[in-house]
């Protein structure tokens, strides 16, 4: 039977999305970061986008380093990259993100968004027939956190390490960070005021994941009890974009910036992550960004190798 132009493009059951961070298993995990390291290690040596197959990576929301390292990590896959403001596009006339996954799914080989709600990219990814990534939505940044995961991996090994994360525990890089070290069998410390802590629904989903990978969460309003002994600390910024009241959450969180008094709580040989842009002297102290514990820089640079082995691994999957 031949099949329509239509049919040919119905989701295919094995069509692999990456919306958060628990849409991979911890096997597929280690399987992606393995991939990721030797990525870093030859960095041209794996083209699996040679052809070259396409990739759709839209923006709603501003970035530098996403939009750079996927860009650049497409073509050093063999792959031709098409970079996209949605405001240039007919999204930004209101065209249904649905309509626009139909539409993609025929040109490109897989689709980068970064967007708000995370109803915003369900929505999208439904009808898509192409693997579609999260760049970054409210709910979740997980390809943020390969890379930090791929970072703490050159330092020591995943399972069993602890990880301290201040501040505003309850958007994208929280529920991440909470989800994705659980995931590697990491012991997770929140330290966020009330308000700022992970919902329920994602602790218990981290807790779902903690009984099979032996990791762990723990959230305390104390930052001190957070960071004492932890072999990780991060942090975020204190406004996202697109928060406007500042001031308050200013004044809730000033106890969390991560400076010098609170990393020496942590293990003599902690590293230090912010997964960038940074709002110095506000979530944390230049002392701790520049100096010598922080690996803010190695994260950075493997947002490329990390989204590389993911895209790699979903085009793969999805075949
Ligand atoms: N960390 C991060 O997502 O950076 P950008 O906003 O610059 O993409």
């Not at 119905?10 to 970061?33: M, N, S, W, Y």
């Not at 966020?192 to 959230?219: C, D, F, K, M």
């Not at 500042?246 to 010098?260: D, I, P, T, V, W």
Request: aromatic share 4%.
């Amino acid at each position: 039977m031949t099949l329509n132009a239509a049919q040919q493009h119905q989701a295919l059951p094995g069509v692999r999305h990456f919306l958060k961070d628990d849409d991979i298993t911890p096997a597929q995990q280690a399987e992606i970061l393995d991939l990721a390291a030797k990525m870093k290690a030859d960095r041209h040596a794996h083209r699996p986008l040679a052809g070259p197959k396409s990739v759709a990576v839209v923006f709603e929301k501003p970035s530098t380093r996403t939009r750079l390292s996927f860009d650049v990590g497409i073509a050093e896959l063999g792959g031709h990259s098409v970079v996209i403001d949605a405001q240039s596009t007919q999204l930004g006339r209101g065209e249904s993100v649905a309509d626009t996954a139909r539409v993609l799914s025929r040109y490109v080989s897989a689709i980068v968004i970064r967007t708000f709600g995370d109803d915003r990219i369900a929505e999208l990814a439904e009808p898509a027939t192409v693997p579609v990534v999260n760049a970054l939505t409210d709910g979740w940044h997980p390809c943020q956190l390969l890379a930090d995961l791929q970072t703490i991996a050159e330092h020591r090994p995943l399972k069993g390490t602890s990880i301290a994360y201040l501040g505003d525990a309850a958007f994208n890089m929280g529920n991440s960070t909470v989800i994705a070290s659980s995931l590697a069998g990491m012991h997770v410390r929140v330290g966020a005021p009330e308000g700022y802590q992970p919902a329920a629904e994602v602790l218990e989903r981290a807790a779902r994941i903690n009984a099979a990978t032996g990791g762990s969460v723990t959230v305390t309003a104390d930052p001190v009890e957070a960071v004492a002994g932890a072999d990780v600390v991060s942090t975020d910024a204190w406004v996202s974009m697109g928060m406007a009241d500042s001031a308050k959450r200013f004044g809730e969180l000033h106890a969390y910036q991560l400076n010098a008094g609170l990393l020496a709580h942590a293990a003599d040989d902690a590293i230090v992550l912010h997964c960038l842009p940074a709002h110095r002297g506000e979530e944390i102290t230049d002392e701790c960004l520049d100096g010598p514990q922080s690996r803010v820089f190695d994260q950075a640079e493997n947002r490329l190798h990390a989204q590389k082995a993911l895209l790699a691994w979903l085009v793969k999957e999805s075949q």
